[in-house]
């Protein structure tokens, strides 16, 4: 987060009210965090500058991992993954989890010029990270696919094809829903910064 070197108050990000009179300002608070003029950091940030919901600062530096579309994404190819990512997550997890929500409406030219915003990028990072854990990777080998790759529609298709095909595996609900091994001892120690936890706890987090 840049903060202002007289006041150690934080900063707007980019698309807040008064953030092009704070970058004009203070630069080099600005620098800092990889934000230049034009208010884009290296490898974006999510859509509508800082994160949705007062996500945690763990989670911001994930949403902005999500890489720049090589051409615009069709938001009809989005809203069918988001709604195929919120079917799997309903079965695999027995309906626990909220559904991923993401507002596409007012889009001009029905094209998303942004990465993947971060209310699907995140979840799709959780469930990746959830699949390398579970029995060995056996799944990730099976479904899984790289977030950090989808840059174009092709991508968007295939990661909503894999989701799809997880949905219909039982094996794999029951392997998520399976109490974890040494889960009360991973509970007492918080995880390190910028890790998941464990697969119950990431789908969790990711989705919240």
Do not use: C, H
């Amino acid at each position: 987060m840049p903060i202002d070197p007289a006041t150690g108050a934080p900063l707007p990000y980019p698309g807040e009210p008064g953030f092009e009179e704070a970058l004009a300002a203070n630069p080099e608070a600005y620098a800092a965090e990889g934000i230049a003029p034009g208010g884009q950091p290296p490898g974006g940030l999510p859509p509508e500058g800082p994160p949705p919901g007062g996500m945690a600062p763990d989670l911001a530096q994930l949403a902005a991992q999500a890489p720049m579309p090589e051409k615009p994404f069709s938001i009809k190819a989005l809203e069918t993954l988001v709604k195929q990512f919120n079917d799997t997550i309903d079965k695999l997890g027995g309906g626990d989890l909220p559904p991923v929500e993401v507002d596409f409406t007012g889009v001009e030219g029905k094209k998303w010029t942004d990465p993947l915003p971060p209310q699907i990028f995140i979840p799709l990072l959780a469930i990746n990270e959830a699949l390398a854990v579970i029995e060995d990777g056996k799944y990730q080998d099976k479904y899984g696919f790289d977030p950090l790759e989808i840059t174009s529609d092709v991508e968007v298709r295939k990661a909503t094809a894999q989701l799809k095909r997880m949905a219909g595996d039982k094996k794999l609900a029951e392997a998520l829903m399976a109490p974890v091994e040494g889960a009360e001892e991973m509970a007492e120690a918080p995880p390190a910064p910028g890790q998941f936890p464990e697969e119950d706890q990431m789908l969790a987090e990711g989705l919240a």
